[in-house]
């Protein structure tokens, strides 16, 4: 059996690009996957094919669901990786919004499955989103930074270029299998505090969604995602302030972040902050931010 799998073919779309973004080790705070189905629920896509999880899962590490239907009881729902196209009349281009697990194994593969269906349906561009960890503090601005294969492309949208060398994810295998096939891509990657890994991130899914709209050109009403960002940050604040030590490191991280260059100090166990975070949280009622 074929790995992917097509409802149907999507026909006729404008320069279409496609964006990508996995759960997983390229996705702290869940900020990019949860970005890409924002945007996908936003514009109203439409599931078009999914690619099969058999050859490329590890079900121990990442485990099917059971699912209560209504008509039909428990159901199975396995890790697949769907599909979406979203036609944007007033936009400059369609889009194509591919959402789902790092996969475990076959990354040559599945990548090469990617930019096969990709040079099928004529996608112009290929973008992924990703989230990393970082020493920032959550009161700033989310830091988004890139590389695309037109570095103008860079400069364009004001983006700090990525030096990054070191382990890879699926992210960089994609970008590999384009650049081999002469597929144009861009990587975009929110930085998010390391200290509130756990929680989703919606702030970082919103600085993903704005610089993809001006990747892209396309416009997407984000003030669910806004409300959200306001809500988190919110909520943040509150168990920052509930425990002095944990308020003294944000403000070393704010100091940090303002000097140039950065000042040099000791951090505290990020895992036992992040620890105290989630306990407050608990004690708040089970709320989490976001």
Excluded at 22 to 44: I, K
Excluded at 154 to 159: E, N, Q
Excluded at 216 to 227: H, K, P, S, Y
Aim: aromatic letters at 8%; one cysteine or more.
């Amino acid at each position: 059996m074929q790995p992917l799998r097509w409802n149907y073919r999507p026909d006729h779309l404008r320069a279409p690009a496609l964006v990508c973004g996995f759960q997983g080790w390229n996705d702290a705070g869940d900020a990019a996957s949860a970005a890409v189905s924002f945007a996908a629920q936003a514009l109203g896509a439409r599931e078009f094919a999914t690619i099969d999880p058999e050859e490329f899962y590890d079900f121990q590490a990442t485990r099917p669901r059971i699912k209560l239907g209504e008509q039909q009881g428990r159901m199975i729902e396995w890790p697949e990786v769907r599909l979406y196209e979203a036609r944007i009349p007033r936009a400059p281009r369609d889009l194509i919004l591919l959402t789902g697990h790092e996969p475990s194994f076959r990354w040559r593969t599945f990548t090469g499955l990617i930019v096969e269906l990709a040079e099928a349906i004529g996608v112009q561009l290929v973008v992924t989103l990703g989230a990393l960890l970082a020493d920032v503090p959550h009161t700033r601005p989310v830091s988004v930074t890139g590389f695309a294969t037109d570095p103008a492309l860079v400069a364009r949208l004001g983006l700090t270029e990525s030096s990054y060398e070191g382990p890879t994810g699926i992210l960089g295998v994609l970008h590999d299998a384009c650049r081999t096939a002469g597929l144009p891509s861009a990587s975009l990657w929110a930085a998010v505090p390391h200290y509130i890994s756990a929680s989703p991130n919606p702030k970082a899914s919103l600085a993903l969604i704005r610089k993809l709209e001006g990747l892209v050109g396309v416009v997407i009403d984000a003030r669910e995602l806004e409300a959200g960002a306001t809500e988190y940050e919110r909520q943040v604040n509150l168990a920052v302030a509930h425990d002095p030590d944990v308020q003294a490191f944000v403000e070393r991280l704010e100091a940090a972040a303002g000097a140039e260059p950065p000042e040099r100090f000791e951090l505290p166990s990020g895992e036992a902050i992040e620890r105290e975070l989630q306990r407050f949280l608990r004690q708040r009622g089970g709320e989490q931010p976001g």
